[in-house]
């Protein structure tokens, strides 16, 4: 499994941002996937979670409010969109997901910086 980030830039606060992670080589062993962050001198975090079928979201409490992850199956690919960006959501942002047998993946990950 081979998972690329895109979607990252820099933004101004109070803007709104969608990043994509697309899934090749056998997507259809994915389970479980999710977006982490790593801002400046902090340790990576979970941003949110989304299994494979319909409902199952989780997110982080900082982030709950604005920031949705979804995904298309369909395409191997899954979203992350952030709404009101405050200068603390600044970080490197990883896709990961999971396959059937507990193997993890991550993605190289994106830069997102939120700076007026």
């Known amino acids: 499994v081979h998972l690329v980030e895109s979607g990252g830039g820099l933004v101004q606060p109070g803007t709104s941002l969608t990043l994509a992670c697309a899934a090749s080589?056998?997507?259809?062993?994915?389970?479980?996937m999710g977006w982490y962050r790593q801002g400046p001198g902090k340790q990576r975090e979970l941003v949110a979670t989304?299994?494979?079928?319909?409902?199952?979201?989780n997110y982080a409490d900082s982030v709950k409010d604005r920031i949705t992850i979804s995904r298309e199956n369909n395409r191997n690919t899954l979203f992350l969109q952030m709404n009101s960006l405050k200068p603390e959501d600044t970080a490197v942002y990883y896709c990961?997901?999971?396959?059937?047998?507990?193997?993890?993946?991550w993605g190289q990950g994106t830069q997102v910086i939120v700076s007026s």
């Open positions: 080589g056998s997507p259809f062993r994915i389970g479980a």
């Open positions: 989304i299994a494979r079928g319909a409902g199952s979201e």
């Open positions: 990961h997901a999971v396959v059937r047998d507990g193997t993890e993946y």
